[in-house]
């Protein structure tokens, strides 16, 4: 009978239930001794060139209601509520708190990173975030980002929220888009929703209209202007048109500055060297595509 009991499984067996037990064991005198532990220090990380909430204001939302953390048992203080009240400020993206076995309470804290800042036609300004979520301004910090205005009707109840319309959606998906490209991000500064419900890039160098429409094949619409500006603004210079509209698919179209009308699309202009040089760009983005 003995030697069918398989001895070699059973000790087998005996470790692993010794070993859990003392693992529990070692687990609940872990957790007695972090409770009967008191916080030493309030570390906390705050990374990023955003300045919307400082490290004061963040020790501020540590202590409220609660005092002071440091010199006070771990067991007395609730970490989960402290990372709530983190979590409820508008500037702030993801914060997680937890305690080491020091007594050394960390706060890693990230904020949220604008890319548009909004005015809407009832006059409220608020920014629009990375994630497209919008954002009210701060106190503290002025982010230098993109502003748009003009016929927006996107609006804005103070508090954290998505985008509701087509038009900021696409204007978030703009900035977005300007953001991601050193050329452009230094070139546009701002954008505005015309009458037509078109959204307009205001350039830093030049005093044309430039005219987007939505945000539907930015990359080639961009694209396009990056040929024009290469290849027409050197033969004609800087104040030849009063505009230049990237919305029509497969053709950019100017307005001189002496005349009310557009002239017709490019590829179908050869009369002087002007329209010449832009039958090439037309050409060019053709077979770039």
């Known amino acids: 009978m003995l030697k069918r009991i398989k001895w070699k499984l059973v000790f087998k067996c005996f470790a692993w239930v010794v070993s859990l037990g003392a693992l529990v064991t070692l687990m609940g005198f872990i957790e007695v001794k972090k409770a009967e532990r008191t916080c030493k220090k309030v570390q906390v990380v705050l990374p990023g060139n955003q ?10 939302i540590l202590k409220e209601n609660n005092g002071l953390l440091i010199g006070r048992r771990i067991s007395n203080i609730n970490i989960q509520e402290l990372e709530n009240r983190l979590k ?9 708190v937890y305690v080491d076995m020091d007594g050394v309470i960390h706060t890693d804290v990230r904020q949220r990173v604008p890319v548009l800042r909004v005015l809407n036609m009832a006059g409220q300004d608020f920014y629009i975030d990375q994630n497209g979520l919008k954002v009210p301004l701060s106190d503290h910090f002025t982010a230098r980002v993109l502003a748009a205005n003009g016929q927006i009707t996107e609006g804005f109840a103070g508090k954290v929220d998505t985008l509701r319309t087509k038009m900021a959606k696409d204007l978030f998906k703009t900035a977005k888009f300007i953001a991601a490209d050193s050329l452009w991000a230094d070139q546009v500064v701002q954008l505005y929703v015309n009458d037509s ?15 987007l429409g939505n945000a539907d094949l930015l990359e080639e619409k961009f694209k396009n202007l990056l040929v024009f500006y290469k290849k027409a603004i050197p033969m004609v210079g800087w104040d030849a048109y009063s505009a230049i509209n990237l919305k029509f698919k497969g053709q950019i179209v100017c307005e001189r500055r002496d005349s009310a ?12 060297t002007v329209n010449a040089q832009i039958k090439e760009i037309q050409d060019s983005t053709i077979n770039t595509r």
């Open 88 to 96: 409820a400020n508008p500037f702030i993206e993801y914060a997680k």
């Open 51 to 60: 300045f919307f909430i400082e490290r004061a204001e963040i020790d501020e």
């Open 261 to 272: 009308q557009f002239i017709k699309p490019v590829a179908a202009i050869s009369t002087d």
């Open 197 to 211: 419900k078109d959204i307009e890039l205001v350039p830093r160098v030049g005093n044309q209209k430039i005219i």
